[in-house]
């Protein structure tokens, strides 16, 4: 992973409500182990038309949206079965955060995990996002707060050990191996007091 810090960018938005995660990537693609390629399956079945071309309908496939790395989503996004490749797919769009007023638990943790930063926002706050598409916001993971184009803030919480995880670049197992050396000093300590 890399560290997340800052994210600066226009936001795109999808407004409907209940967006499960066979929507961000049906199960027919989760044959892979591997993060690469799965940008272009994201949303595979509401992005493309059946002859394989980009459905204009699909509000990311707007000129607007193009290049957006936060996406503004509607109510109870990433609901549905546990698939680490929902955010996978996300992450290699080029989504890096996703906003809402409600985001299913599991997706959460599994888009943390993973350098997605996944972030709840009021009703309100979100309200107002939707209303307003392609403002430009600036994320900052360390303070916890959305900076807003006119210089108000939305502060938002992370759990502490997910927030360490994005600011150091590292995953569960990434921030275990940094510990190895103190974690063997206590496996052969404990052998001792066991012998």
């Given at each position: 992973m890399k560290p997340v810090t800052r994210i600066h960018s226009r936001t795109a938005v999808l407004a409907d409500e209940n967006i499960d995660t066979d929507r961000i990537i049906p199960a027919r693609f989760l044959t892979t182990t591997t993060r690469e390629g799965l940008g272009k399956l994201c949303f595979n079945d509401w992005r493309y038309q059946a002859d394989g071309s980009d459905n204009p309908a699909f509000p990311l496939n707007r000129p607007e949206a193009r290049g957006c790395a936060i996406l503004v989503a509607g109510r109870n996004f990433g609901c549905g079965s546990s698939r680490e490749h929902a955010p996978w797919a996300l992450?290699?769009?080029?989504?890096?955060?996703?906003?809402?007023?409600?985001?299913?638990?599991?997706?959460?943790?599994?888009?943390?995990?993973?350098?997605?930063?996944?972030?709840?926002?009021?009703?309100?706050?979100?309200?107002?996002?939707?209303?307003?598409?392609?403002?430009?916001?600036?994320?900052?993971?360390?303070?916890?707060?959305?900076?807003?184009?006119?210089?108000?803030?939305?502060?938002?919480?992370?759990?502490?050990?997910?927030?360490?995880?994005?600011?150091?670049?590292?995953?569960?197992?990434?921030?275990?191996?940094?510990?190895?050396?103190?974690?063997?000093?206590?496996?052969?300590?404990?052998?001792?007091h066991v012998a």
């Open positions: 992450l290699d769009y080029g989504i890096q955060a996703v906003l809402c007023s409600e985001i299913a638990d599991i997706f959460r943790n599994n888009a943390l995990k993973n350098g997605l930063l996944a972030i709840v926002v009021s009703e309100a706050e979100h309200r107002w996002l939707l209303e307003h598409p392609g403002v430009e916001l600036a994320i900052d993971v360390r303070e916890q707060h959305i900076s807003l184009p006119d210089g108000g803030r939305i502060p938002f919480q992370l759990e502490p050990f997910a927030r360490h995880c994005l600011l150091e670049g590292v995953d569960q197992l990434g921030f275990l191996l940094q510990h190895a050396e103190a974690i063997t000093r206590y496996e052969h300590q404990h052998e001792e």
